[in-house]
């Protein structure tokens, strides 16, 4: 089945005989509650698919069967695990293999990255030195950038609908292709070319290998595969380019080159980081402005803070580190829209969550869209209300999930500081306002979007 490709890096294959032994014995074995395979072939493939999302399908599991429950991909067992209690048990701080990127590797059919735990290290740092470097050099850009979607916005008469998915798209495609890969996409046919494969392939690794789909149409699947050969390709090229040569910008691509690691895994480290970076900073702008324009008391409170920290100065770094409640919001944002619902890892070896044995080889997935609702976590689980990150042991709890902290995955670190750099732009000078009667429906895949266009109206402060 497709969802193999979850599974599809050397390690995580098993022969068909013992696959079928699996399949008899495991569920038995482990004893974790949950359901039995639909089919032998596909596992609770239909059952995903009927829920219309693995996010929606995973919440029903959990209500049913509590915080630790099993289900099947194909003839493979998987646990899921849905309160921070139970992730807490398993989550070790010295993994240094990010599980989001764990589970956008295998979907890529990606494999170098289960490499030794010096090696590892060694990515891990690398990582956090390129979103360092390239938001340090690359500051002036983002705020030029910002200041141009500000611009447009002023420009418009007040009761104009803006289509605000639209536009948060095209915004991080600009920046983030910058800040990334460099001054190529200045030019904007190449942001335009970039984001037409990226929506392609993002399209497919979000639904198509997970509901069984992309297999099953040719034309879709041909599409994906040049897709992301041209995505590789523009990567060969900056890295080629990139190499032994010293640059004024600092971009996140250079941190990688100079390390010590080969072409391959620059590739593919380069690949996660760009397709993650831009959907991740693309939705977090969207969700953030869209409760922004739902709730006045915070936007208000918002314009309060950015008012004391910047008054008619400028925007600078050191000021941004500042804005205590503007990272409460993007934070909350982050919870009430379930940012990203679904991580995952590969138990290496045999564990025990509560009194459940994890045998080794489970893929085991974090609900994370699950914990963030929980209400015995987060109280009014579904109320927008940024004043819960003042207690620190909420922000605790939500740093151990790797939204926050040393555990923050860096593609989320990269999208809060784009977020707030914009954020602070816009909210100085504008009113967001949401438009009347809309309702906007969430779309459950990799990371979480509105199904439809969401729309918002702006009007000027001054």
Not at 381 to 393: A, K, S, T
Request: aromatic share 8%.
């Amino acid at each position: 089945t497709p969802l193999y490709s979850i599974l599809a890096t050397e390690q995580y294959y098993i022969s068909k005989k013992k696959k079928k032994l699996l399949f008899k014995a495991s569920r038995q074995a482990a004893g974790i509650p949950g359901i039995t395979p639909t089919e032998e072939k596909d596992g609770n493939l239909p059952d995903i698919v009927n829920s219309g999302s693995l996010h929606e399908f995973l919440v029903n599991l959990h209500e049913r069967y509590g915080p630790v429950v099993s289900f099947w991909f194909g003839g493979r067992l998987v646990v899921s695990l849905g309160t921070v209690d139970v992730l807490k048990q398993h989550i070790n701080p010295n993994k240094t293999l990010d599980p989001f990127e764990t589970m956008l590797k295998s979907l890529l059919r990606y494999q170098s990255g289960g490499g030794s735990v010096s090696e590892n290290h060694m990515r891990k740092k690398l990582y956090e030195n390129g979103v360092t470097n390239s938001l340090k050099s690359n500051f002036a850009l983002l705020l030029k950038l910002s200041e141009e979607l500000l611009d447009k916005w002023l420009s418009y008469p007040e009761s104009q609908h803006v289509p605000l998915s639209q536009h948060m798209l095209g915004f991080a495609m600009k920046s983030v292709t910058q800040m990334v890969m460099g001054s190529t996409f200045e030019d904007d046919q190449e942001v335009v070319r970039f984001q037409k494969n990226h929506g392609t392939v993002w399209s497919e690794i979000g639904k198509g290998f997970l509901d069984g789909s992309l297999d099953k149409n040719t034309t879709r699947k041909k599409q994906y595969e040049d897709a992301l050969m041209q995505l590789e390709s523009i990567l060969r090229n900056i890295i080629k380019e990139r190499k032994g040569r010293n640059f004024s910008q600092h971009v996140f691509i250079d941190s990688l080159v100079q390390g010590n690691l080969n072409d391959q895994q620059i590739l593919e480290d380069s690949m996660i980081f760009s397709l993650a970076s831009c959907i991740i900073t693309a939705k977090l702008c969207t969700w953030a402005i869209c409760f922004l324009t739902t709730s006045e008391e915070v936007q208000k409170k918002l314009y309060e803070e950015l008012d004391q920290v910047f008054g008619n100065g400028p925007i600078t770094p050191e000021k941004i580190e500042q804005l205590r409640y503007c990272r409460h919001v993007l934070c909350e944002t982050v919870r009430t829209a379930k940012l990203t619902p679904v991580s995952a890892r590969l138990q290496d070896i045999e564990g025990k969550i509560d009194q459940f044995i994890i045998p080794r080889e489970t893929l085991v997935l974090y609900a994370l869209g699950v914990v963030l609702q929980d209400p015995n976590t987060w109280p009014s689980p579904h109320r927008f209300d940024p004043d819960r990150f003042d207690d620190e042991l909420v922000m605790k709890t939500f740093s151990s999930l790797g939204f926050s902290g040393t555990q923050e995955c860096p593609e989320l670190r990269f999208a809060y500081m784009v977020t707030t750099v914009l954020l602070s732009l816009l909210v100085k000078r504008l009113h967001l306002l949401s438009v009347e009667g809309q309702v906007i429906e969430t779309k459950y895949e990799l990371v979480t979007s509105s199904r439809e266009e969401a729309w918002i109206t702006v009007s000027k402060r001054y």
